[in-house]
Structure formats: C-alpha cells, structure tokens
C-alpha cells in the first residue's frame, strides 16, 4: 500500500479545519469536510470499519495474515482517518485553550458569539425541513421542547458523573459527522461543554507542568481518566449511534432533520442562560453596552455560519 505523504499532510490539515469547527457550538465539523472535499470520503471509511476488519489489522501480524491486514487497511481508509485524526486532535488542544480563555475573561460576548452560530446554523437549514406531515410536526416539536427542556437545566440534572461524561461522547461524536450540527452543540445543550473546556485544560496544564519538572505528571491522571472516558464513548458512538444516525436519515429523513433543527432552536436558550448565569456571578445586570457585545458578537458569528454555508453551496453545484 503506496501512501503520498503530501497527501497526509493535506488531510491532516483538513483535520485542523474540522476540529476547529468542532471545538466551537454551532459550527459543524461535517459542513467544514463537506467544503473541503472529503465528506465522502469519511463517511465511506467510518462506515468500512468493522469488527472483521479490525480482527484482520490485530492479527496481521501474525504468519500469513500479513495479506488480509493490508486489505483490510486499504478498505478502512486507515492512513486517511489517521492523518484528519490527527488534525482534529491537534485544533480541539489549541482552539480549546483560546475558547478556555474567552470564557473566562469575556463570557458574555463568547456566549453571544456562539448564540450567533448556533441561530444561523437553524437558519441555513431551515429549506431541508418540510412539516407536510403529521409525524414531521411531531418530530419537530419534539426536538423544540426536549431541547429547550435540557438546555434550561442539563448541568445541575445531570452532573460530570463518569456515565454522564461518556453519554456525552457516545452523543456529540454522531453530531460531528453530520453537515450543520455540531458536537460542541451537543455538549452545550447537556451541560457538558464549560466542564469538558476545562477538564482538558487541566490535562494541557498538567502535562506541560509535568514535563518542566514543576509539578508531578499524577496530577494528569483524574482529568485524564474523565478525557479518556469522553473518547472512549466517543470511539464507541463513532461506530454504533453515528450509524443509527446514518439509518434514520436513511429511511426518515424528513423526519430527521425536522426534528434536528427544531433541536438547535430549542438549544438557543443554552449561551442565553449561560450569559444570565455569568451576569449573576459577576453581580452585574444587562445594560445597553452588555446587550450591544453580546449582540455584536452573535452577528459575527451568526454571519460566519452563512459564509460557510454559501461555501459549502458553491462546492456542491
């Protein structure tokens, strides 16, 4: 199997891009790999994966399997998957720390900001939903109610409990691969999104701490199990939720997205609740000024959103 290493480079760039968009409510990892070319070609390496395959990888390196291992490789996309990997990785490390930082110095406007995308997310797929049936109109307020619910009460209802955490991974690794949702967005609306922020802060801290010889690399261990319990529900979603997913826009597809969108708008209340929650802890009440950043913030990231969105329009046609 000849891999171009230039290639890699390329995707692993993309990967970037994807994890860049992923790291950010509103914002679809799915949108930016449909723009970049790739979107099929993932979907295709994602839904190749399979337990015989992996088998095959396993024991490739026994005598004789060596061929099988390689088949299996090549049907799996495996170089490719690594390399977007490795991208998305490396853009939640660093887009994280920045979002980490927004938050703490100026929540306001970064929940503003995300309010914007998550609006115009709702808004550029407002033509995919058709409520021509019942069963659609159902679906569509079933998602509007179910996410105006949670996103009014998900923290204090839930929790950061180990099963919590690896739920949400199981559930925002499916929004990941779809064009205008967002993991980030999940994670936001189940309350889970400020804590992940920080919880892979802490590991970023405690690794670099560990490394200067300023402070023991233990200290990595418990934000570490709480990161590695989201990627293993992660992993598992990847290959079994994603494809319910895959199964129902399949066969219900009007239905789907009906009641995906309905679930972004309903969502809307999450960064509103958020910014009354920092207004409160700062002991501050909206004024004129506060309400023009958080308005000004959501009209860029709003107008983001569209960009992209008219992006991914001139890709298709």
Same mark, same amino acid.
């Given at each position: 199997?000849?891999?171009?290493?230039?290639?890699?480079?390329?995707? =692993?760039?993309?990967?970037?891009?994807?994890?860049?968009?992923?790291?950010?409510?509103? +914002?679809?990892?799915?949108?930016?790999?449909?723009?970049?070319?790739?979107?099929?070609?993932?979907?295709?390496?994602?839904?190749?994966?399979?337990?015989?395959?992996?088998?095959?990888?396993?024991?490739?390196?026994?005598?004789?399997?060596?061929?099988?291992?390689?088949?299996?490789?090549?049907?799996?996309?495996?170089?490719?998957?690594?390399?977007?990997?490795?991208? !998305?990785?490396?853009?939640?490390? $660093?887009?994280?720390?920045?979002?980490?930082?927004?938050?703490? $110095?100026?929540?306001?406007?970064?929940?503003?900001?995300?309010?914007?995308?998550?609006?115009?997310?709702? =808004?550029?797929?407002?033509?995919? !939903?058709?409520?021509?049936?019942?069963?659609?109109?159902?679906?569509? *307020?079933?998602?509007?109610?179910?996410?105006? $619910? *949670?996103?009014?009460?998900?923290?204090?209802?839930?929790?950061?409990?180990?099963?919590?955490?690896?739920?949400?991974?199981?559930?925002?690794?499916?929004?990941?691969?779809?064009?205008?949702?967002?993991?980030?967005?999940?994670?936001?609306?189940?309350?889970? =999104?400020? =804590?992940?922020?920080?919880?892979?802060?802490?590991?970023?801290? /405690?690794?670099?701490? @560990?490394?200067?010889?300023?402070?023991?690399?233990?200290?990595?261990?418990?934000?570490?199990?709480?990161?590695?319990?989201?990627? +293993?529900?992660?992993?598992?979603?990847?290959?079994?939720?994603?494809?319910?997913?895959?199964?129902?826009?399949?066969?219900?597809?009007?239905?789907?997205? /009906?009641?995906?969108?309905?679930?972004?708008?309903?969502?809307?209340?999450?960064?509103?609740?958020?910014?009354?929650?920092?207004?409160?802890?700062?002991?501050?009440?909206?004024?004129?000024?506060?309400?023009?950043?958080?308005?000004?913030?959501?009209?860029? @990231?709003?107008?983001?959103?569209?960009?992209?969105?008219?992006?991914?329009?001139?890709?298709?046609?």
């Amino acid at each position: 199997m000849v891999v171009d290493p230039r290639e890699l480079v390329v995707v =692993y760039l993309k990967g970037i891009a994807m994890g860049t968009a992923d790291a950010v409510p509103g +914002v679809s990892g799915g949108t930016i790999a449909l723009i970049t070319g790739i979107y099929e070609r993932l979907i295709d390496a994602l839904t190749a994966i399979g337990p015989g395959r992996v088998k095959a990888v396993v024991v490739g390196v026994l005598p004789g399997r060596r061929a099988a291992a390689g088949r299996a490789v090549r049907a799996m996309d495996v170089p490719f998957l690594v390399a977007l990997g490795g991208g !998305v990785v490396t853009a939640l490390v $660093v887009v994280t720390a920045l979002i980490e930082h927004a938050l703490a $110095v100026a929540p306001l406007p970064t929940f503003g900001f995300f309010f914007g995308l998550i609006a115009a997310s709702a =808004y550029v797929l407002r033509e995919s !939903v058709s409520l021509d049936t019942r069963g659609r109109v159902v679906a569509a *307020v079933g998602g509007f109610l179910f996410a105006f $619910v *949670v996103s009014g009460s998900a923290t204090a209802a839930l929790g950061h409990s180990p099963v919590v955490v690896f739920g949400a991974g199981l559930v925002a690794v499916s929004a990941m691969i779809l064009p205008g949702v967002s993991g980030s967005f999940v994670l936001l609306l189940l309350g889970q =999104y400020e =804590y992940m922020i920080g919880v892979l802060g802490a590991v970023r801290g /405690a690794l670099v701490d @560990g490394v200067a010889g300023d402070r023991s690399l233990s200290a990595v261990v418990a934000p570490g199990t709480t990161a590695a319990t989201f990627v +293993v529900g992660a992993v598992i979603g990847l290959f079994t939720l994603a494809h319910v997913v895959g199964w129902a826009l399949d066969n219900y597809r009007e239905a789907t997205l /009906a009641f995906l969108v309905s679930l972004i708008v309903g969502a809307l209340r999450a960064p509103v609740v958020k910014m009354n929650e920092a207004l409160a802890e700062s002991g501050r009440v909206w004024t004129p000024e506060l309400l023009g950043a958080a308005f000004v913030a959501a009209l860029v @990231g709003g107008v983001l959103v569209v960009v992209l969105e008219g992006s991914v329009d001139d890709v298709a046609y």
